[in-house]
């Protein structure tokens, strides 16, 4: 894959122009942004995922659930449904996509949950919902310029820092690193617990953020148990069993779990990855299968793995957090 990735590095220009030109387009206002007087904050990244959206989108539900009535809009990536959608009792990670099934799974109460690839039909949508919501934060979004946040939080991962990073098809940008101009907080996810004062400045140097822009460091915090809606087995008392993982990136949980010494085989899909029946008959034979909770959204529904397949839950923990949690507040609850 990273030789053939190497062999397509003179179309690289080629998806540069084209990218950059459209933020041009965008940012001399030749196309139209739509504002809104609501706040709506935007969760994203220049990359192609793995940077931790799902969990950050989860800190801000837990954050701000208790003040305002919330709403997220995701695209909906994988569902088999089509148009806007917001999550009802029979929704499924069919009908809303995986991540936004598990936002519905464990908010309903809290917040609507929406999906519409049309981020400004879903919006228009959300709107006319009774009771509509006070804030609305849109799930990788920070390519739709149709519609302009007035909060842009982007995420870059510790291992992969965007200002490294090319254009694709040779590198992960979906845009030019320029394009982190239009960030008011940027995220480093999936820090070391341990990072070092000097290496958080030499990270900020790299970044060179803008005079209006705020970075931040986080890192993933994994729970002590696995679990499921009525059961959980502490990780240090799992017998062997089989890693299941259908994310863009799986090396930091892999890692976890190795520093625990624990006995397992890893079993890697795409991110998003559809599980055929022939993969859950596979996978049926297996006594423990351990996996994420969003793959857990598209596999806990399977009659052969119910009893075996358990997910080990995340949370982000951000460096700063009252600073962090005060910005996004502030814009908020305005």
Request: charged share 25%.
């Amino acid at each position: 894959m990273k030789f053939l990735r190497l062999l397509l590095f003179p179309i690289v220009p080629v998806y540069y122009v084209i990218t950059w030109f459209r933020n041009i387009m965008y940012d001399k206002g030749w196309r139209t942004s739509k504002s809104y007087d609501l706040p709506v904050i935007c969760v994203g990244n220049l990359s192609t995922g793995g940077t931790g959206k799902t969990p950050m989108v989860e800190y801000l539900i837990r954050l701000l659930k208790e003040d305002v009535k919330l709403a997220t809009l995701s695209r909906g990536y994988g569902r088999k449904s089509t148009g806007f959608v917001l999550g009802n009792p029979t929704s499924n990670a069919e009908s809303l996509g995986d991540e936004p099934f598990q936002f519905y799974n464990k908010f309903s109460e809290d917040v609507l949950v929406a999906v519409d690839a049309n981020r400004q039909e879903g919006i228009s949508k959300l709107l006319n919902t009774k009771p509509k919501p006070d804030v609305i934060v849109l799930d990788d979004a920070f390519q739709h310029r149709k519609v302009k946040a007035g909060l842009n939080i982007l995420l870059t991962t510790y291992n992969n820092i965007y200002t490294k990073d090319f254009v694709l098809p040779t590198g992960n940008l979906r845009e030019p690193k320029s394009g982190a101009k239009r960030a008011d907080l940027i995220v480093v996810t999936k820090c070391p617990t341990d990072l070092s004062e000097s290496d958080k400045q030499n990270i900020i140097t790299e970044i060179q953020p803008l005079s209006n822009q705020h970075v931040f460091f986080s890192s993933i915090s994994y729970g002590e148990y696995v679990v499921t809606e009525t059961n959980k087995v502490a990780i240090n008392q799992l017998p062997s069993f089989k890693l299941v993982t259908g994310i863009a990136n799986a090396k930091p949980l892999v890692a976890f779990l190795e520093k625990n010494n624990l006995n397992f085989e890893h079993i890697e899909f795409k991110d998003h990855h559809l599980f055929t029946s022939s993969e859950i008959e596979y996978l049926s034979k297996y006594k423990c299968i351990i996996t994420t909770e969003k793959d857990y959204m598209r596999l806990k529904t399977e009659p052969s793995l119910m009893g075996k397949l358990y997910y080990l839950p995340i949370k982000t923990e951000v460096d700063n957090a009252v600073l962090f949690e005060s910005l996004i507040k502030t814009f908020a609850l305005k």
